[in-house]
């Protein structure tokens, strides 16, 4: 089956940048719709920003003007670019997708990637 490959978190002072990406496991399957989530012990987990299938965007308050979410269509990946990153943004970052596809071209499902840490420190 398909499962999302989450990459690029990591340790980062405050004020740097990060950049995580978001595909699929395999190319029978093609990513439409996307959301970030994070999630902090004890929190529930939030979107931070989506990308819908015609790329319209959405944001938290607290991170617009410094993340930006965007897609590339032929390496059927998406992005979240994190810029002037802050210690409250410490959490473990999720990508959630709705893929199409599969050997039928017709499956449509909804999966979560495995999670990558994001951690803003001094």
């Known amino acids: 089956q398909v499962q999302l490959v989450e990459s690029g978190g990591g340790l980062v002072e405050p004020g740097g940048s990060l950049r995580l990406s978001c595909a699929p496991s395999?190319?029978?399957?093609?990513?439409?719709?996307v959301g970030w989530y994070r999630q902090t012990p004890g929190k529930q987990r939030e979107l931070v920003a989506s990308?819908?299938?015609?790329?319209?965007?959405n944001y938290l308050d607290s991170v617009k003007g410094r993340f930006t979410i965007d897609r590339d269509n032929a390496k059927n990946t998406v992005y979240l670019q994190m810029d002037n990153l802050k210690p409250e943004d410490t959490a473990v970052y999720y990508c959630?997708?709705?893929?199409?596809?599969?050997?039928?071209?017709?499956?449509?499902?909804?999966?979560w990637g495995q999670g990558t840490q994001v951690t803003v420190s001094s």
């Open positions: 959630n997708a709705n893929v199409e596809g599969g050997r039928s071209g017709l499956e449509l499902l909804n999966i």
């Open positions: 395999t190319s029978r399957f093609s990513i439409t719709a």
């Open positions: 990308i819908d299938s015609g790329s319209g965007t």
